[in-house]
Structure formats: C-alpha cells, structure tokens
C-alpha cells in the first residue's frame, strides 16, 4: 500500500493513504507533508510498525505517532 507521512508539530506524525492528508486529524496540525513510503505487512520501516500503521489505516483512516510511540484512538480522542 502506498502511505503518505505528515509530519505535524514536535515528533508528531500521521500515515495515511490520502495523498492530501485530509483526513488527519486537526488537533495535531499543521501537517506538512514529508514522504511517500510503500508499505507492506510484516516488512521493517524504520520508525514506525508497519503492521498497526496499516491496521490504523484500515480502522481510521490513518495511523499516528509521536517520538515513534503509536498515539492509540484513546489518545487521538
């Protein structure tokens, strides 16, 4: 699956498969966009989990992190 990274403000950042990012979620903005990555599961991707970042995807339309910390739905709520 091709994702898009945003990086928001400190060490925020939204995936997603919207390459406009609209759908991240405002109280974590501004996001700016910084790369395209091509995901697969169960392949290792620096930073990030590939396995709940697609998952996230799946249920929410994106996946953040901070610091490389998944923000889980509580969090984001």
Not at 18 to 37: H, V
């Amino acid at each position: 699956m091709q994702v898009y990274t945003f990086r928001g403000p400190g060490r925020i950042f939204g995936f997603t498969a919207d390459a406009t990012g609209a759908n991240l979620p405002s109280r974590y903005a501004p996001w700016n966009p910084f790369k395209t990555i091509e995901m697969k599961r169960g392949e290792e991707i620096p930073g990030v989990n590939a396995g709940e970042c697609l998952d996230d995807i799946e249920r929410f339309g994106h996946h953040l992190t901070d610091a490389h910390v998944r923000i889980t739905e509580r969090d984001q709520a």
